[in-house]
């Protein structure tokens, strides 16, 4: 990732700014909108194990993007879907 400059971007979107500038995992589109917190375990998974871009485990990067994206939605993340991607987080462990 480069580094962010003081001044240069609005406090209020670093998280945007991270997401698109990110030397991150590539992960599938729109992978956090699925019903199904299985499906979204696996897909972390194997975006993790495929990436030559992480610092930690497999599990650590995988869980880390589960939770950079639970943090980033913060207020606004629905509670049917915190709960989806809080099962996700569950079965991410399952999986691991």
Do not use: C
Request: hydrophobic share 35%; proline share 3%.
């Amino acid at each position: 990732m480069s580094k962010i400059k003081k001044g240069k971007i609005n406090p209020k979107n670093w998280s945007d700014y991270v997401t698109k500038h990110s030397f991150a995992m590539e992960l599938e589109k729109n992978i956090f909108t699925w019903d199904d917190p299985k499906k979204i375990a696996q897909s972390l998974k194997k975006s993790a194990t495929e990436s030559l871009r992480r610092k930690g485990t497999t599990f650590q990067s995988a869980m880390s993007m589960l939770n950079f994206y639970i943090n980033r939605a913060g207020k606004n993340l629905k509670p049917a879907r915190r709960r989806i991607l809080e099962q996700a987080k569950t079965e991410l462990r399952k999986l691991f």
